[in-house]
């Protein structure tokens, strides 16, 4: 079974530029989250969808950044302008949806660097 | 709102020795926990997790944990360490029977397993 696959695993910008991110979930994965991992601190959720619906963005800071799964597959984060505390971690993650038991899969992350 | 700490940032310990981290929760409803192991520059990795039953909780590469409801803690332990356990080790929480999982993460351990 195929993980879930991100790109770009690296990018490198300046600030004010634009990025976007892509993710691919696990097959027949109802439920997709992006979180946000800065150094020396754990994953913070940034947005959930379910199939292709927003269940959570409360924490996803509308101004610059934003996101889509338009068919309720793949997703892409964007993030426009970029500023430096934009460096981090953009980690994808799936599951199930309703009635799994809260296991969530992990990609192995796009690191963006803002200079 | 869920919150979770992890008390040491950073544990060494000499290889075949045990080791414990260590994790406090908090939240006004029931709960389930998780540890996840995040190898450099990869995503993170279930270990191991407590939805319901016994409190003690066995993982994959001899892990395993203890949810301990009065004292909010569900510490992680292993009784002999190899090199490869070297990694960050993040403790996660989620309300129970929401169906719909989100995962608040600690800020991390990171454990040098030490030849």
């Known amino acids: 079974e195929a993980g879930v696959a991100q790109s770009p695993r690296y990018k490198i910008i300046e600030k004010r530029q634009s990025v976007a991110f892509w993710c691919n979930p696990i097959s027949g994965h109802a439920t997709l989250y992006w979180y946000q991992q800065i150094l020396g601190q754990g994953p913070k959720l940034l947005i959930q969808f379910q199939n292709n619906g927003v269940v959570d963005d409360s924490q996803l800071p509308k101004d610059r950044f934003s996101a889509e799964r338009l068919k309720g597959v793949d997703s892409t984060l964007k993030i426009q302008p970029a500023k430096l505390e934009d460096s981090a971690v953009y980690l994808c993650a799936s599951n199930q949806g309703t009635g799994n038991t809260g296991e969530l899969f992990f990609g192995e992350g796009s690191r963006l660097t803002v200079l | ?115």
Do not use: M
């Open chain 2, 1 to 115: 709102a869920q919150s979770v700490t992890q008390l040491d940032s950073q544990v060494p310990v000499f290889e075949e020795a045990p080791v414990e981290l260590r994790c406090n929760y908090s939240s006004s409803v029931s709960v389930y926990l998780f540890w996840y192991v995040q190898y450099p520059n990869q995503g993170l990795q279930l270990l191991l997790k407590y939805l319901s039953g016994s409190t003690l909780v066995k993982g994959i590469n001899g892990f395993e944990a203890e949810f301990n409801k009065s004292q909010t803690s569900f510490h992680l332990r292993k009784p002999s360490v190899h090199i490869s356990d070297t990694a960050e080790y993040f403790c996660a929480v989620t309300p129970s029977g929401a169906g719909s999982y989100q995962l608040t993460f600690g800020k991390g351990t990171k454990l040098s397993v030490i030849p």
